[in-house]
């Protein structure tokens, strides 16, 4: 059974930083389609980052592109999300998701099978 777990959310001022982890247990990341969504109070669940099998392939949504990093640890079978420069429009919950066999929309929260429960990120101005 594949399991999510993210971790690594909280409150932030403007500018800040947060490290959003994502642990995977029942099945090893590798040969996955991994990304990070998030989901804004009243809003619908957008993609954030993905990341490819082979890990050296990497897509961002164009509100975070220079500023959040998506990397992964096959050793610690984990998946994390690197988060600079933060501002107030990056509030939300913030969710993983994994799929093995992967159609290439990488954006589309619907080519995944796998998701965590999501970590509250908040920042503040």
């Known amino acids: 059974q594949v399991q999510l777990a993210e971790s690594g959310g909280g409150s932030v001022e403007v500018g800040g930083s947060l490290t959003l982890s994502c642990k995977v247990s029942?099945?090893?990341?590798?040969?996955?389609?991994m990304a990070w969504f998030r989901q804004a109070a009243g809003k619908g669940r957008e993609a954030v980052a993905a990341i490819d099998t082979s890990g050296t392939s990497t897509d961002y949504t164009d509100s975070v592109k220079g500023r959040f990093t998506i990397v992964r640890d096959v050793a610690k079978n984990t998946l994390f999300l690197q988060m600079n420069s933060l501002k107030p429009e990056d509030t939300g919950i913030y969710y993983c998701?994994?799929?093995?066999?992967?159609?290439?929309?990488?954006?589309?929260?619907?080519?995944?099978?796998?998701w965590g429960q999501g970590t509250q990120v908040t920042v503040s101005s």
């Open positions: 029942g099945v090893s990341i590798y040969g996955y389609t």
């Open positions: 998701a994994s799929e093995l066999v992967y159609g290439g929309k990488w954006w589309d929260r619907n080519e995944y099978s796998y």
